[in-house]
Structures are given as structure tokens and as C-alpha cells.
């Protein structure tokens, strides 16, 4: 019998007298109501028909006089003798209370709203529609960036980009490059030693060296990287910090290519006004040796604060390869010569932007990272 035929009769006539049986009966009423209201607008209906849908279940349910519920009422609590009707009117109260709040149309839509958006979200991923979480861009640190600006000069030039460990041995950071075992910046306080054979690399130069083996004479390349010393930080020092070493070689090189290059370089970073000076230095790996400076950018040779009223900047050390050197990198110094420079980049950037403290450079405060 299904409740529809049970709701027509009274419970006398359904043989449900006790209260077990009643509440069973109920608890079968409550389970349809349940499953209908689980039921509705299911499938692919448009709008009207599940407004349609909406009105047929509302009255099914709760239509005066021929609703389930009105029949409830009529046949089983008004034709339950007064003595009993106790357990069967808190029965069908609770069932009309759960009827009226799941069929009335309102609620009925709002329900079918709702599964409608679920069964969306579940078919086609979230509202793309909807704003999105906006998150910071980050900016190219200034180190970076210069050392990009740096490369994109030499690259103009023809040189090519080449890239050595930070983690190098003993043997290409000194030895190879004819630092002997009594010059100073092998001791212990410039270096830092992992073993007696491998150190973190003091310069980018033993590039130079591995360069040299892999791709022989002729060779053009700029290697920028990270180096390291066992040095106190200060404004001007850290104990890492970034290079880009330049090694030309190539048969007839001399020393009017170094200047040439490291002049024209000079003018393309900071304007062609710039000029530049040559001045004598020792470096174990070139000879002869020197240190090129720049005509202030700041006063244009005039004297300032930041060229210490020279007029002039300080900005790598150079020479033409020492013969060894070239040897100790497979190249025959009776057929090729080469000229060589190392540069700290954050000395550059420190110029390029007028920052005056080293250490700005790594403490990842964005208060000074976000101007660049
Ligand atoms: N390696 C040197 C340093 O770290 C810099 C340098 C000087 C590199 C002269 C060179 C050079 O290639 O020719 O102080």
C-alpha cells in the first residue's frame, strides 16, 4: 500500500493501534516526504518547470482539504479516539512542521538553487568569474639588475657567458692563476677552506681556467657569480659578494684591446662623457697589471663626496694574461695572448643608485628592495 491509499483510510482500518505501529507509520510518511523533497528539480529542468515541479509537491503535500497532510489530519488524528490521540497528534505535528518547512515554495527554490550551484561548482571547477587573490609582484634585485646591464654590454661585444662553481678547488682559485702559497690572500682570514683542497671561491677568475680547458683559444667570455671571504662586514665589504670576470683571448691580443673595450664599457654604463685612467698594479695572474678607474659619474671628474674629491672611480683590476695562467688553461702563450678584468657588481649598483652601505644589498628589507 503506498502512503498515498494508507492517508485514505483511518487508523483502525490500517490495524495501527499501538504506539510502535504508529510511530512506524509515521517514520514511513516522514521518509517519503524525505526522498521527495530529495527528488525534486533533479535532472536538467529549466526554470519553469521547476517552479511547475515546485506547485505540484506544495499541494501534494500541504493543499487544504486534499493534501497528505490534510488527510493525515482528517483520517488518523480526528478519527483516533480521544483517549490515544496523544502519541499520534505529537507524530503528526512533528511531520506537519517538517512539511511546511520543505514545501512550501520558497523553500523549495532556495533548495533547488542551492543543489543547482553545488552540482556547477563540482562540474566545472570554481567561479572563475570571481575576483581573484591579488599577490604582490616582486622587482629584479638591483644586484641583478646591474649585473644584467653589465653582461648586456659585453654580450653586445661578442662575448659569451660562462658560469663556474662557487664551491671551487684550491688548485683553479690559486694555483692555476699563479697565487703561490706565500701571497697573502691565501691565508686564512681572506679565505674560507671547506678542505685543505676546496674552498668557497675568493674571485670569479678560476673561470678563467676552466674556461680555457673546455673551450681553448679563441675565447670571449664574461662569467658573473657569486664569491666568497672571511671578511667583517662593513659599508663596503661583505663576505659575499658578486663578480663578473672578462677574458679575451686570442691570437695577437695586446694591451690597446683592453683599454679600447674596458673604455668603451666605461662610456656605455655610465655616458659617454666618461673617460677613463690606467694605472699600474700587481695581480699574480696578469702582467702587466693594472687598475682602471673612471671619470666620476656623480661630478664628472670635478671632486665629490662619493669620489672622495679624486674625480676619479676605482672600478676593477685588469691586465694582459699571464703567460702561466694561459698554460695552466691548455693554451699555448707563444701563439695567443689574452687580456683579462674583474669587477665587484655590487660596487656598479652601489654607483648606478647612490646607495652608500653594502649590506642594503642582503637583508631582504623591502622597504629598500621595492624602489628598484
Ligand atoms: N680576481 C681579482 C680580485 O678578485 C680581480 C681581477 C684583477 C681579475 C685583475 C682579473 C684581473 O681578471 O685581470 O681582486
Same mark, same amino acid.
Given at each position: 500500500?503506498?502512503?498515498?491509499?494508507?492517508?485514505?483510510?483511518?487508523?483502525?482500518?490500517? !490495524?495501527?493501534?499501538?504506539?510502535?505501529?504508529?510511530?512506524?507509520?509515521?517514520?514511513?510518511?516522514?521518509?517519503?516526504?524525505?526522498?521527495?523533497?530529495?527528488?525534486?528539480?533533479?535532472?536538467?529542468?529549466?526554470?519553469?518547470?521547476?517552479?511547475?515541479?515546485? @506547485?505540484?509537491?506544495?499541494?501534494?503535500?500541504?493543499?487544504?482539504?486534499?493534501?497528505?497532510?490534510?488527510?493525515?489530519?482528517? /483520517?488518523?488524528?480526528?478519527?483516533?479516539?480521544?483517549?490515544?490521540?496523544?502519541?499520534?497528534? &505529537?507524530?503528526?505535528?512533528?511531520?506537519?512542521?517538517?512539511?511546511? &518547512?520543505?514545501?512550501?515554495?520558497?523553500?523549495?527554490?532556495?533548495?533547488?538553487?542551492?543543489?543547482?550551484?553545488?552540482?556547477?561548482? @563540482?562540474?566545472?571547477?570554481?567561479?572563475?568569474?570571481?575576483?581573484? /587573490?591579488?599577490?604582490?609582484?616582486?622587482?629584479?634585485?638591483?644586484?641583478?639588475?646591474?649585473?644584467?646591464?653589465?653582461?648586456?654590454?659585453?654580450?653586445?661585444?661578442?662575448?659569451?657567458?660562462?658560469?663556474? %662553481?662557487?664551491?671551487?678547488?684550491?688548485?683553479?682559485?690559486?694555483?692555476?692563476? /699563479?697565487?703561490?702559497?706565500?701571497? %697573502?690572500?691565501?691565508?686564512?682570514?681572506?679565505?674560507?677552506?671547506?678542505?685543505?683542497?676546496?674552498?668557497?671561491?675568493? $674571485?670569479?677568475?678560476?673561470?678563467?681556467?676552466?674556461?680555457?680547458?673546455?673551450?681553448?683559444?679563441?675565447? =670571449?667570455?664574461?662569467? *658573473?657569480?657569486?664569491? =666568497?671571504?672571511?671578511?667583517? *662586514?662593513?659599508?663596503?665589504?661583505?663576505?659575499?659578494?658578486?663578480?663578473?670576470?672578462?677574458?679575451?683571448?686570442?691570437?695577437?691580443?695586446?694591451?690597446?684591446?683592453?683599454? !679600447?673595450?674596458?673604455?668603451?664599457?666605461?662610456?656605455?654604463?655610465? !655616458?659617454?662623457?666618461?673617460?677613463?685612467?690606467?694605472? %699600474?698594479?700587481?695581480?699574480?695572474?696578469?702582467?702587466?697589471?693594472?687598475?682602471?678607474? &673612471?671619470? #666620476?659619474?656623480? #661630478?664628472?671628474?670635478?671632486? #665629490?663626496?662619493? #669620489?672622495?674629491?679624486?674625480?676619479?672611480?676605482?672600478?676593477?683590476?685588469?691586465?694582459?694574461? $699571464?703567460?702561466?695562467?694561459?698554460? /695552466?688553461?691548455?693554451?699555448?702563450?707563444?701563439?695567443?695572448?689574452?687580456?683579462?678584468?674583474?669587477?665587484?657588481?655590487?660596487?656598479?649598483?652601489?654607483?648606478?643608485?647612490?646607495?652608500?652601505?653594502?649590506?642594503?644589498?642582503?637583508?631582504?628589507?623591502?622597504?629598500?628592495?621595492?624602489?628598484?
Amino acid at each position: 500500500m503506498t502512503i498515498d491509499e494508507k492517508t485514505g483510510k483511518t487508523l483502525a482500518q490500517l !490495524g495501527l493501534t499501538d504506539s510502535t505501529g504508529i510511530a512506524s507509520l509515521f517514520a514511513e510518511v516522514r521518509a517519503a516526504a524525505e526522498a521527495e523533497a530529495e527528488a525534486f528539480g533533479r535532472g536538467d529542468v529549466d526554470e519553469a518547470e521547476v517552479v511547475w515541479q515546485a @506547485k505540484i509537491l506544495r499541494d501534494r503535500w500541504l493543499a487544504r482539504g486534499r493534501g497528505l497532510i490534510a488527510r493525515i489530519d482528517q /483520517n488518523w488524528l480526528r478519527q483516533t479516539p480521544k483517549e490515544s490521540r496523544g502519541v499520534v497528534g &505529537a507524530e503528526f505535528n512533528r511531520l506537519r512542521q517538517y512539511a511546511t &518547512a520543505q514545501f512550501e515554495i520558497d523553500p523549495l527554490l532556495a533548495a533547488h538553487r542551492q543543489k543547482t550551484l553545488a552540482r556547477y561548482e @563540482k562540474r566545472r571547477g570554481p567561479d572563475l568569474t570571481l575576483p581573484g /587573490n591579488r599577490r604582490e609582484l616582486g622587482s629584479i634585485h638591483p644586484v641583478t639588475r646591474v649585473q644584467r646591464e653589465l653582461e648586456d654590454i659585453f654580450i653586445g661585444l661578442g662575448f659569451h657567458i660562462e658560469t663556474g %662553481p662557487e664551491i671551487e678547488s684550491v688548485y683553479n682559485n690559486f694555483d692555476a692563476l /699563479n697565487i703561490h702559497e706565500s701571497h %697573502p690572500s691565501r691565508d686564512d682570514w681572506d679565505t674560507l677552506y671547506i678542505s685543505s683542497d676546496v674552498l668557497l671561491r675568493t $674571485h670569479t677568475s678560476p673561470v678563467q681556467i676552466r674556461a680555457m680547458r673546455k673551450y681553448g683559444a679563441p675565447l =670571449y667570455i664574461i662569467t *658573473p657569480g657569486k664569491c =666568497y671571504r672571511n671578511e667583517n *662586514p662593513d659599508a663596503t665589504h661583505s663576505a659575499m659578494f658578486s663578480q663578473i670576470e672578462g677574458l679575451a683571448v686570442d691570437a695577437d691580443i695586446n694591451f690597446a684591446d683592453l683599454k !679600447g673595450t674596458l673604455d668603451f664599457f666605461a662610456k656605455k654604463f655610465f !655616458g659617454e662623457k666618461t673617460r677613463t685612467r690606467f694605472q %699600474p698594479s700587481f695581480f699574480p695572474f696578469t702582467e702587466p697589471s693594472g687598475e682602471m678607474a &673612471a671619470s #666620476c659619474p656623480f #661630478c664628472g671628474g670635478q671632486g #665629490c663626496r662619493t #669620489c672622495k674629491d679624486s674625480g676619479w672611480i676605482e672600478l676593477m683590476g685588469c691586465g694582459m694574461v $699571464h703567460p702561466d695562467v694561459l698554460r /695552466n688553461g691548455g693554451i699555448d702563450p707563444e701563439r695567443y695572448s689574452g687580456w683579462a678584468f674583474g669587477l665587484g657588481i655590487e660596487r656598479f649598483a652601489m654607483l648606478k643608485y647612490d646607495i652608500g652601505e653594502i649590506q642594503n644589498f642582503f637583508q631582504s628589507d623591502v622597504r629598500f628592495l621595492r624602489q628598484f
